[in-house]
C-alpha cells in the first residue's frame, strides 16, 4: 500500500523541484526558494503564472514511480484539497488506467463551522483511491458496530438466529418472475408495479418453506427476505463517507502530536491516528504487506502502523520518505533541536514506539533504520592513459573516500546485491576485525584493514551465501594470493566480492 499526503496547493505549500546534482544553495535559488537577497520563500503564489502546472509537475512524476512501486493486488490512498482534486484524478486516471479506480472518500477533517470563511467554511479533504488492478486488489471489511448488530432482531425465534428484512423485489422486470405469493394468512400479494421478484417461482417457494421469508407478524404483509446476522459477520463494506466522530479531524492529529512532544504541536493539520488505522484496513494490510510514504511529514503513518501491528497482531514493515526541509529559526521546534522535518518525524517514531510498548506491554520492536542520499562510496579512480605518468602512486591508490565509515560500504553492498535494507545486521568480532552478518550469515562483510588468513578462514568456514572484502583490507601479498584457495577449501559455493 502507499499513502500519500502531499501539498495541497494552497498558495502556501512549498513546491519541490528535483535535482540533486546541485548545491544547497543554487537549489535553493533555481527552485523559487529563494529570492534575489537570498531569503527563503516556500510558496507557490496563485499570482504565479505556472499555478497549477508546477504542482502537476511536481507530483506527477511521483505518482508513476509509484504505480511501478504497487505489487500486483496493491493500492495507493492520496489525501488532497479542492484547489488540486480534480486535476489529480485526470492525472491518476491516466497514471493508473479509469479502470482502476476505486473511489473517492470525503473524509469531515473539521469538527466546527469557520465563521470568518469568505463564502463556504470548508469541512472536508478528499482521498482518492486507486488500484495497481483492480481486478486483485479486494477491500478490507471494516468491523461490525453494535449499532450496525443492533438493527438485527429475531421476533420470530428464527433458529439461524437475529435476521434483519430486505425488500425481495427489483426494478429489472421479467415477466417469469411476476407471479402472485399467497401469504400465510391468505392475501395475494404482488410485486408493484414495473417490478418483480428478485428470484423463479421455484425458489421463492423453497425459501417461504425454510422460513426464509417474513410476512409480518400478522402474516399479511408483503414478503421480505431474512438477512442473517451470522452471514454478515466478515465485516462491512466501508463507505466514501468518513464522519471525523469515527476517523477523528485535524484538531484531533495535532493534540496527539502534542502529547508526544510535551504539549507542542510543532505541525498543523497532522492526519488523525484513527484516520490511518481505517486506511490500513481497507487497503487490507497483511503480513506481508510493505506500506510506503513518501510525502511522510511528521510520520503520522509510521505510527499508526506500530498501533496497527500491536492491536491486530501484524507484522506491517513500512518506509516514510521525506525531504530535509529546514525548520523556520523562530519555531518552537528549531529552538528545541529539530533542524529538519526528517528530524521530527525520526523523533516521533521513536516516542511512539515507546509510549505503545510502555502502554501495552506489548514485545514489539519499534526500532528503525533512517537513510540520507548521498553521492556514491567510490572514488573517481578512471583515468585515460595520456593522462597517466610513471610511478603514479594513484594507480594503487584506494578506492574508497576517506570519510566513509563501514556501515556506509555494508549498506552499498546490500543494495548492490538486493539484500533488503530492512534486513536483520549483527556486528561481531573476529581476531580484533568488525565482522558484519546480514540475515543470519546470508551475507558476510568485513572492511578493516589487515585482514589476516585467520580472519578469512573463520568466514568461509560459516558458509556465507556472499562474502564481502575491501580491496585494501589484506594484510598482505599472501593473504591476497591464499583468499580464493581459502573459500575454495571451506566454502566454494560462496560468492566472494571485493569492493
Given at each position: 500500500?502507499?499513502?500519500?499526503?502531499?501539498?495541497?496547493?494552497?498558495?502556501?505549500?512549498?513546491?519541490?523541484?528535483?535535482?540533486?546534482?546541485?548545491?544547497?544553495?543554487?537549489?535553493?535559488?533555481?527552485?523559487?526558494?529563494?529570492?534575489?537577497?537570498?531569503?527563503?520563500?516556500?510558496?507557490?503564489?496563485?499570482?504565479?503564472?505556472?499555478?497549477?502546472?508546477?504542482?502537476?509537475?511536481?507530483?506527477?512524476?511521483?505518482?508513476?514511480?509509484?504505480?511501478?512501486?504497487?505489487?500486483?493486488?496493491?493500492?495507493?490512498?492520496?489525501?488532497?484539497?479542492?484547489?488540486?482534486?480534480?486535476?489529480?484524478?485526470?492525472?491518476?486516471?491516466?497514471?493508473?488506467?479509469?479502470?482502476?479506480?476505486?473511489?473517492?472518500?470525503?473524509?469531515?477533517?473539521?469538527?466546527?463551522?469557520?465563521?470568518?470563511?469568505?463564502?463556504?467554511?470548508?469541512?472536508?479533504?478528499?482521498?482518492?483511491?486507486?488500484?495497481?488492478?483492480?481486478?486483485?486488489?479486494?477491500?478490507?471489511?471494516?468491523?461490525?458496530?453494535?449499532?450496525?448488530?443492533?438493527?438485527?432482531?429475531?421476533?420470530?425465534?428464527?433458529?439461524?438466529?437475529?435476521?434483519?428484512?430486505?425488500?425481495?423485489?427489483?426494478?429489472?422486470?421479467?415477466?417469469?418472475?411476476?407471479?402472485?405469493?399467497?401469504?400465510?394468512?391468505?392475501?395475494?400479494?404482488?410485486?408493484?408495479?414495473?417490478?418483480?421478484?428478485?428470484?423463479?417461482?421455484?425458489?421463492?417457494?423453497?425459501?417461504?418453506?425454510?422460513?426464509?421469508?417474513?410476512?409480518?407478524?400478522?402474516?399479511?404483509?408483503?414478503?421480505?427476505?431474512?438477512?442473517?446476522?451470522?452471514?454478515?459477520?466478515?465485516?462491512?463494506?466501508?463507505?466514501?463517507?468518513?464522519?471525523?466522530?469515527?476517523?477523528?479531524?485535524?484538531?484531533?492529529?495535532?493534540?496527539?502530536?502534542?502529547?508526544?512532544?510535551?504539549?507542542?504541536?510543532?505541525?498543523?493539520?497532522?492526519?488523525?491516528?484513527?484516520?490511518?488505522?481505517?486506511?490500513?484496513?481497507?487497503?487490507?494490510?497483511?503480513?506481508?504487506?510493505?506500506?510506503?510514504?513518501?510525502?511522510?511529514?511528521?510520520?503520522?503513518?509510521?505510527?499508526?502502523?506500530?498501533?496497527?501491528?500491536?492491536?491486530?497482531?501484524?507484522?506491517?514493515?513500512?518506509?516514510?520518505?521525506?525531504?530535509?526541509?529546514?525548520?523556520?529559526?523562530?519555531?518552537?521546534?528549531?529552538?528545541?533541536?529539530?533542524?529538519?522535518?526528517c528530524d521530527i518525524g525520526e523523533e516521533r517514531i521513536r516516542r511512539a514506539g515507546k509510549k505503545i510498548k510502555e502502554e501495552t506491554g506489548a514485545d514489539i520492536d519499534y526500532g528503525f533504520r533512517c537513510f540520507k542520499v548521498d553521492s556514491s562510496n567510490m572514488k573517481d579512480v578512471y583515468y585515460k592513459p595520456a593522462d597517466m605518468k610513471q610511478n603514479q602512486m594513484?594507480?594503487?591508490?584506494?578506492?574508497?573516500?576517506?570519510?566513509?565509515?563501514?556501515?556506509?560500504?555494508?549498506?552499498?553492498?546490500?543494495?548492490?546485491?538486493?539484500?533488503?535494507?530492512?534486513?536483520?545486521?549483527?556486528?561481531?568480532?573476529?581476531?580484533?576485525?568488525?565482522?558484519?552478518?546480514?540475515?543470519?550469515?546470508?551475507?558476510?562483510?568485513?572492511?578493516?584493514?589487515?585482514?589476516?588468513?585467520?580472519?578469512?578462514?573463520?568466514?568461509?568456514?560459516?558458509?556465507?551465501?556472499?562474502?564481502?572484502?575491501?580491496?585494501?583490507?589484506?594484510?598482505?601479498?599472501?593473504?591476497?594470493?591464499?583468499?580464493?584457495?581459502?573459500?575454495?577449501?571451506?566454502?566454494?559455493?560462496?560468492?566472494?566480492?571485493?569492493?
Open positions: 500500500m502507499i499513502y500519500i499526503d502531499p501539498p495541497y496547493n494552497t498558495g502556501n505549500d512549498f513546491i519541490y523541484e528535483d535535482d540533486f546534482y546541485q548545491s544547497i544553495e543554487e537549489y535553493g535559488e533555481n527552485s523559487g526558494q529563494r529570492d534575489v537577497e537570498g531569503n527563503r520563500m516556500v510558496q507557490n503564489l496563485e499570482s504565479n503564472g505556472r499555478f497549477h502546472t508546477d504542482w502537476l509537475n511536481m507530483i506527477y512524476p511521483r505518482l508513476r514511480i509509484a504505480k511501478d512501486f504497487l505489487s500486483d493486488d496493491g493500492v495507493i490512498f492520496i489525501s488532497i484539497g479542492d484547489n488540486e482534486s480534480e486535476n489529480l484524478k485526470a492525472m491518476c486516471n491516466e497514471i493508473f488506467g479509469m479502470q482502476n479506480y476505486v473511489g473517492t472518500v470525503v473524509w469531515e477533517r473539521a469538527f466546527s463551522p469557520k465563521n470568518d470563511a469568505k463564502y463556504f467554511s470548508v469541512s472536508h479533504d478528499f482521498i482518492l483511491v486507486y488500484a495497481k488492478k483492480i481486478n486483485n486488489f479486494v477491500i478490507g471489511k471494516l468491523p461490525r458496530t453494535d449499532e450496525a448488530n443492533a438493527r438485527y432482531k429475531n421476533p420470530d425465534n428464527d433458529p439461524r438466529g437475529p435476521w434483519a428484512a430486505d425488500n425481495m423485489t427489483v426494478k429489472t422486470y421479467s415477466a417469469t418472475y411476476d407471479y402472485p405469493i399467497t401469504t400465510p394468512n391468505g392475501k395475494v400479494v404482488y410485486p408493484t408495479n414495473g417490478r418483480c421478484w428478485f428470484t423463479s417461482k421455484e425458489k421463492m417457494k423453497k425459501l417461504i418453506d425454510e422460513g426464509r421469508v417474513y410476512f409480518g407478524t400478522n402474516g399479511e404483509n408483503m414478503p421480505r427476505i431474512k438477512r442473517y446476522l451470522a452471514d454478515v459477520q466478515q465485516g462491512m463494506t466501508p463507505t466514501t463517507i468518513w464522519k471525523y466522530e469515527e476517523v477523528g479531524h485535524n484538531q484531533e492529529g495535532r493534540q496527539e502530536l502534542k502529547k508526544l512532544f510535551d504539549d507542542k504541536g510543532y505541525f498543523d493539520g497532522p492526519k488523525p491516528q484513527r484516520l490511518m488505522a481505517k486506511i490500513l484496513t481497507v487497503a487490507a494490510v497483511d503480513n506481508s504487506s510493505i506500506v510506503l510514504d513518501f510525502f511522510s511529514g511528521s510520520a503520522s503513518t509510521a505510527e499508526a502502523i506500530l498501533h496497527h501491528n500491536v492491536k491486530v497482531n501484524k507484522n506491517v514493515k513500512y518506509i516514510m520518505v521525506q525531504l530535509p526541509e529546514d525548520i523556520p529559526a523562530d519555531s518552537d521546534a528549531y529552538h528545541d533541536g529539530y533542524r529538519t522535518i594513484d594507480l594503487f591508490a584506494d578506492n574508497i573516500k576517506e570519510d566513509r565509515t563501514p556501515e556506509d560500504l555494508l549498506i552499498q553492498v546490500m543494495l548492490d546485491l538486493g539484500v533488503l535494507l530492512s534486513s536483520k545486521i549483527e556486528e561481531t568480532e573476529i581476531a580484533g576485525k568488525k565482522v558484519f552478518s546480514v540475515e543470519n550469515g546470508y551475507l558476510i562483510a568485513c572492511f578493516d584493514e589487515n585482514v589476516t588468513e585467520e580472519v578469512v578462514t573463520a568466514i568461509a568456514k560459516q558458509h556465507p551465501y556472499y562474502a564481502v572484502f575491501r580491496d585494501s583490507s589484506m594484510a598482505d601479498d599472501s593473504v591476497a594470493a591464499n583468499f580464493e584457495q581459502i573459500f575454495m577449501t571451506y566454502s566454494p559455493q560462496t560468492v566472494r566480492k571485493v569492493l
